[in-house]
Structures are given as structure tokens and as C-alpha cells.
């Protein structure tokens, strides 16, 4: 099953990601952990990346395409896969040709995300900073929220209230996608 998963910094999808990938047996993949990972290489494109997480921008359309693409090519996500944080934009999900069964939106308020995020040990990631977060907020309600509607008109998104707690959402996805518990 190719599951993606969609949703504000903060809204719970790494949490619920890696329940449905053991469950499902299906790899998880974040896009924020691979641009993460590049952002610590010394190259070009580790300090291009670096520098747009750190000011709370994404990473553009083409190139995120590409990292993704390429990633996905890999044997192990052949049989399906759960992708966190892409596509964040409509230009991106309309070019994005890989079969997804389900969209999954775990939606949580702007304060609820802040305040989870606030709270976090994250270790003082550097593309967390107060600033970073309230810009990434800010795109997410610019950007991807059209994503949404893209997906909806497909007939693909589940909406989940990603305010309640952990297993209750887990088992609201499950449901919703018609997994037993």
C-alpha cells in the first residue's frame, strides 16, 4: 500500500508514520529526514538545502522532485511505501505519478502544533527555531492546504482530527483505510 502522509510540523505524522509501517510492513519515508541527512553533507547541494531548511522555506518543486523520485526507485518501496511531507505543493502532487492509495491529513490547529512542537526534544534542531516553524506554518496554509483539495477531489483523502490521542488516531487511520487493528 502507498500511503502518504500529510499534515503541519508537528501534527503527529512521524508518530503515526513509523505505527503504520510496522504495521503494514511498509518502509517509512520523510522527506524533512532526507533533506536533514543531505543538509549534514558537505557539497553543494547539503549547504543549498542547509541554508533554505534553516530560514524555514522548502526546498523547490524541482529538486524535491527529484531527491523523492530517486529515493522511491529503490527496491525497498517497490510494493508500497509511507511518504511524510510530500507533496507539499499542487506542483508537486499533480507531478508526482506513483499510484498513492491513500492520503492520510492528520489535521491539527496552528497553536496545537506550535505548543507540540515548543515541547519537543528535538535537540535544538537548527531548522526549528520559533522563526523557522511559524514560516513553515505559514506555507503549509499556502501551499499545501490546495494539496488537500487536489487529493479530496481524487477521492483520496482521509481526514483524521490529529488532536486526540496517539492510538485513538491510529485506529481512526486503520479504520479508515480499512486495515484491522
Do not use: C
Not at 66 to 95: M, N
Not at 150 to 177: A, N, Q
Amino acid at each position: 500500500m502507498k500511503i502518504i502522509l500529510i499534515g503541519i510540523q508537528g501534527a503527529g505524522k512521524s508518530t503515526q508514520g513509523n505505527l503504520l509501517s510496522e504495521k503494514l510492513k511498509a518502509p517509512y519515508l520523510s522527506t524533512g529526514h532526507i533533506f536533514r541527512d543531505l543538509a549534514k553533507e558537505h557539497s553543494p547541494l547539503g549547504r543549498y538545502i542547509k541554508e533554505i531548511m534553516n530560514a524555514g522555506y522548502l526546498i523547490p518543486d524541482k529538486k524535491t522532485l527529484e531527491i523523492v523520485s530517486e529515493y522511491l526507485k529503490r527496491p525497498e518501496y517497490e510494493k508500497g511505501y509511507i511518504l511524510d511531507g510530500f507533496p507539499r505543493t499542487i506542483v508537486q502532487a499533480k507531478s508526482f505519478k506513483n499510484g498513492i492509495d491513500k492520503v492520510i491529513y492528520l489535521k491539527v490547529s496552528d497553536k496545537e502544533a506550535l505548543w507540540r512542537l515548543s515541547y519537543r526534544n528535538s535537540d535544538a534542531r537548527q531548522d526549528e527555531t520559533l522563526t523557522a516553524l511559524r514560516k513553515r506554518i505559514e506555507l503549509f496554509h499556502e501551499l499545501t492546504e490546495p494539496v488537500l483539495e487536489y487529493y479530496r477531489k481524487k477521492r483520496l483523502l482521509v481526514e483524521i482530527d490529529g488532536e486526540k490521542e496517539i492510538k485513538e488516531i491510529y485506529k481512526e487511520i486503520l479504520s479508515k483505510i480499512k486495515i484491522d487493528p
